[in-house]
């Protein structure tokens, strides 16, 4: 599965971003799937993950409360809306199927990148 990350952008302290990873097939709607960041010099973390169908959502303590995870099956489409953006969510954020990321056979696009400025 093809995934395609966009939305990403420069916005000030406090702003609103609003990620989308588009899948080409529909395969996708079976797959857990995930909202993972990485940032110069770091590790790739897992910032938000959602089930399948879409009805449970987890995310990392950093982001909680802030940002939300979502999916539109229809649409092989997920989403990821973060408000109250912090500088230190500056990162390329990527999609990915979460069980394959945990098997480490992942393949990464592109991302979308996210500057948040102080």
């Known amino acids: 599965v093809q995934l395609v990350e966009s939305g990403g952008g420069l916005v000030q302290a406090g702003g609103s971003l609003r990620l989308s990873c588009a899948a080409s097939?529909?395969?996708?709607?079976?797959?857990?799937m995930g909202w993972y960041r990485q940032a110069p010099g770091k590790q790739r973390e897992l910032v938000a993950a959602i089930s399948s169908g879409g009805g449970s959502t987890n995310y990392a303590d950093s982001v909680k409360g802030r940002f939300t995870i979502s999916r539109d099956n229809a649409k092989n489409t997920m989403y990821l809306q973060m408000n109250s953006l912090k500088p230190e969510d500056t990162s390329v954020y990527y999609c990915?199927?979460?069980?394959?990321?945990?098997?480490?056979?992942?393949?990464w696009g592109q991302g979308t990148q996210v500057t948040v400025s102080s």
């Open positions: 097939r529909s395969t996708f709607s079976i797959n857990a």
């Open positions: 990915n199927a979460v069980r394959t990321v945990a098997r480490g056979i992942a393949s």
